[in-house]
């Protein structure tokens, strides 16, 4: 039997995927990133081996046939990967010339007993994860952002993707950078002195004269004396009712939902007595990147209603809108890839309105399997399977 690997990796994980040629799965693997820029060559190659292996070997043995499995033999591969391509092309060359020793790295159909593995970038293989075209857009929204234009199943032109200092805007890390900020605003911003309320205000300036007088025990506070923003952040209200939750945009009061459920991910133990520092601290111990972890909270918050959240939703959903189209073709298939916009949510649903007849991509490990098969399918055949290959069942 016939079969076709396919690989997709990036800087968070890798998935290698075995297909028949008419696209029925075989198996799985999975391990962590394998970009050899940002991870290194050794971590790269080890992550991209025991994801690769797992869908070659012997469940219970580690040793592999020159070009085949138990199940058959693989006649084609195609591995995509982010980072840079001359890096990706060593990596892919010490991975498979250690597990397939017929592997011929030119990608180009060979003798029998030779296989032909070829590497693409993951933009490639996104892409042909929500289309059979040959050409057309892909706008990706996972740790990272960017907007491929594709020509012929090669990158044509790119808008974005310069990485979490310089751009990829409406990133999960942009998006999670946002909550974080916005989180620290909200707990070391004083809640509005009771004391001296819109209503006092223009009582105190009413016509015949007469300034109200403040409640006892409350000029006080209206002296001077009011909490400053950690001690009033480092109060910890009681969860309140209904309609304490509406009023705060569904969170603590004074907080909102969003600052709530990042403090809950951030500090698991209490905000403390000054939950500022505290955050700083949480987020400044941990990598960058990780700040990307955050993206769903916003989601989470914004279909609470917190408007804080829903700001941000809308602000990410505009940017990626944006990238894409510094790069698309008015009447080529356009697809939405990445973790941001695959997952069912806000941001999936703003930009989709923003952006009509985009569709949502598949399975990018399997669509890496059905670029590894097309070749040897012929254009029909490969268009008409391209569905078993990026939505298997």
């Given at each position: 039997?016939?079969?076709?690997?396919?690989?997709?990796?990036?800087?968070?994980?890798?998935?290698?995927?075995?297909?028949?040629?008419?696209?029925?799965?075989?198996?799985?693997?999975?391990?962590?990133?394998?970009?050899?820029?940002?991870?290194?060559?050794?971590?790269?190659?080890?992550?991209?081996?025991?994801?690769?292996?797992?869908?070659?070997?012997?469940?219970?043995?580690?040793?592999?046939?020159?070009?085949?499995?138990?199940?058959?033999?693989?006649?084609?591969?195609?591995?995509?990967?982010?980072?840079?391509?001359?890096?990706?092309?060593?990596?892919?060359?010490?991975?498979?010339?250690?597990?397939?020793?017929?592997?011929?790295?030119?990608?180009?159909?060979?003798?029998?007993?030779?296989?032909?593995?070829?590497?693409?970038?993951?933009?490639?293989?996104?892409?042909?994860?929500?289309?059979?075209?040959?050409?057309?857009?892909?706008?990706?929204?996972?740790?990272?952002?960017?907007?491929?234009?594709?020509?012929?199943?090669?990158?044509?032109?790119?808008?974005?993707?310069?990485?979490?200092?310089?751009?990829?805007?409406?990133?999960?890390?942009?998006?999670?950078?946002?909550?974080?900020?916005?989180?620290?605003?909200?707990?070391?911003?004083?809640?509005?002195?009771?004391?001296?309320?819109?209503?006092?205000?223009?009582?105190?300036?009413?016509?015949?004269?007469?300034?109200?007088?403040?409640?006892?025990?409350?000029?006080?506070?209206?002296?001077?004396?009011?909490?400053?923003?950690?001690?009033?952040?480092?109060?910890?209200?009681?969860?309140?009712?209904?309609?304490?939750?509406?009023?705060?945009?569904?969170?603590?009061?004074?907080?909102?939902?969003?600052?709530?459920?990042?403090?809950?991910?951030?500090?698991?133990?209490?905000?403390?007595?000054?939950?500022?520092?505290?955050?700083?601290?949480?987020?400044?111990?941990?990598?960058?990147?990780?700040?990307?972890?955050?993206?769903?909270?916003?989601?989470?918050?914004?279909?609470?209603?917190?408007?804080?959240?829903?700001?941000?939703?809308?602000?990410?959903?505009?940017?990626?809108?944006?990238?894409?189209?510094?790069?698309?073709?008015?009447?080529?298939?356009?697809?939405?890839?990445?973790?941001?916009?695959?997952?069912?949510?806000?941001?999936?649903d703003a930009v989709r309105g923003l952006l009509e007849?985009?569709?949502?991509?598949?399975?990018?490990?399997?669509?890496?399997?059905?670029?590894?098969?097309?070749?040897?399918?012929?254009?029909?055949?490969?268009?008409?399977?391209?569905?078993?290959?990026?939505?298997?069942?």
């Open positions: 039997m016939h079969l076709v690997l396919g690989v997709d990796a990036g800087g968070t994980s890798s998935r290698a995927a075995l297909f028949t040629l008419d696209g029925t799965l075989v198996r799985r693997g999975q391990a962590g990133g394998a970009n050899p820029g940002a991870l290194g060559m050794d971590t790269a190659a080890a992550n991209l081996t025991t994801a690769v292996r797992a869908t070659l070997a012997d469940p219970g043995s580690a040793h592999l046939p020159v070009t085949g499995t138990l199940l058959g033999t693989v006649v084609g591969v195609v591995v995509g990967l982010a980072g840079n391509p001359a890096l990706c092309a060593t990596l892919t060359e010490r991975v498979f010339g250690g597990l397939l020793p017929g592997a011929d790295l030119t990608g180009e159909p060979g003798a029998p007993g030779v296989t032909p593995v070829r590497v693409t970038g993951d933009i490639v293989t996104a892409f042909a994860a929500g289309t059979p075209s040959p050409s057309g857009t892909v706008l990706i929204s996972g740790t990272g952002a960017i907007a491929a234009r594709i020509a012929d199943h090669a990158p044509a032109g790119t808008a974005d993707g310069y990485g979490w200092l310089l751009g990829d805007e409406g990133s999960a890390f942009w998006i999670g950078l946002a909550a974080a900020r916005a989180t620290i605003r909200a707990i070391t911003t004083p809640c509005p002195s009771p004391a001296r309320t819109g209503v006092d205000l223009v009582r105190d300036h009413e016509p015949n004269g007469t300034a109200h007088r403040p409640e006892p025990g409350r000029d006080e506070m209206s002296a001077g004396h009011e909490p400053g923003a950690h001690e009033a952040a480092g109060r910890r209200p009681a969860r309140g009712g209904a309609g304490d939750r509406e009023a705060s945009g569904g969170g603590r009061a004074g907080w909102g939902l969003l600052a709530e459920i990042v403090l809950g991910r951030l500090l698991p133990d209490g905000p403390g007595g000054d939950p500022g520092a505290r955050l700083a601290a949480a987020v400044h111990a941990r990598p960058p990147l990780a700040l990307a972890e955050l993206a769903p909270l916003v989601s989470e918050a914004a279909m609470g209603g917190d408007p804080v959240a829903l700001t941000i939703v809308a602000e990410a959903a505009s940017k990626l809108a944006s990238t894409a189209s510094r790069v698309h073709e008015p009447g080529l298939p356009l697809v939405l890839a990445g973790g941001v916009l695959t997952a069912e949510g806000p941001v999936h007849g985009a569709v949502t991509a598949g399975d990018p490990a399997g669509a890496a399997a059905w670029l590894a098969a097309r070749p040897l399918l012929g254009p029909r055949a490969a268009e008409a399977r391209h569905s078993r290959f990026t939505h298997p069942t």
